[in-house]
């Protein structure tokens, strides 16, 4: 990892001390014991869930990033066209705190997101490909309410700025207030760096504001002790990699391959 710009790329030690806390924090919650059966005996090398990895695991998460993220790298360079990295915000992937973030139909999110792909790559000779992930974070409203919001984050070759635009951006339809910034692609300077970004496990909480020029402005911050727990139960009921978003490329024998569009 360090060969590809990722010299403090998270450690086992580290991944072994975050699960440790996870767990005694659920047993402290008096969180039912099919939560965290396994969990302890889980290592870089041994999956403690008997081979039913679940998204909570941070030793799973590790892996499966360790893996991901240079076979992405190397297969997203290999395609026509820039290299760029679109973030996907939709008001229907937002719900009310008190629902979870289990609310949000992550099927739901892949397929609204592989149909404005699908919809690019007809209308594009490069054959669009993108892989990255949904997460969620806790959103703080300037009236002190809190609701879960989910994203989308990819790292996409084979569409210009203007195509993931036009394909990506959110419809008159669903009205947005005038700071919301559904749909920002950026410059790819460093594909795994990035990568290893749009796969992450981690959450926080955005805290609304007022800034000196009148417009709202968050805060980022942790979760708290309680919405980490909350939110560690719901990616501990998710199989390892089903946040995970491809086009344009599957995963074969363990292995990141193109297909055919």
């Known amino acids: 990892m360090e060969a590809l710009g990722l010299p403090d790329f998270e450690t086992e030690e580290a991944c072994h001390e975050r699960q440790q806390r ?35 695991c941070h030793h799973g998460q590790r892996n499966l990033r360790a893996t991901l993220t240079p076979q992405a790298d190397e297969l997203l360079r290999g395609r026509p066209g820039p290299l760029l990295a679109p973030t996907l915000v939709h008001p229907l992937w937002e719900v009310p705190y008190e629902e979870g973030p289990e609310a949000i139909s992550i099927p739901a999110v892949k397929q609204l997101v592989k149909r404005r792909f699908t919809r690019l790559a007809a209308h594009t000779e490069t054959h669009p490909m993108a892989v990255g992930a949904f997460e969620v974070c806790l959103n703080w409203n300037l009236e002190g309410t809190k609701t879960w919001a989910g994203q989308v984050h990819l790292i996409t070759a084979g569409a210009t700025r203007d195509e993931l635009h036009a394909a990506l951006r959110v419809g008159d339809r669903y009205p947005l207030p005038p700071y919301a910034k559904p749909l920002v692609v950026e410059a790819v300077s460093n ?49 390892v990699g089903e946040r995970v978003f491809l086009f344009g490329c599957k995963r074969l024998n363990g292995r990141l391959v193109g297909v055919a569009q």
């Open 22 to 56: 996870m767990v005694r924090a659920f047993q402290r919650a008096g969180a039912p014991g099919r939560l965290t059966r396994g969990l302890m005996s889980c290592t870089a090398d041994i999956c403690g869930l008997r081979d039913r990895c679940r998204d909570g």
């Open 191 to 239: 594909t795994a760096r990035q990568q290893g970004y749009a796969l992450k496990r981690y959450a926080e909480q955005r805290i609304a504001y007022r800034g000196k020029n009148g417009r709202q402005e968050r805060n980022h911050k942790p979760l708290d002790a309680a919405d980490q727990r909350r939110f560690d139960r719901w990616l501990c009921e998710l199989n």
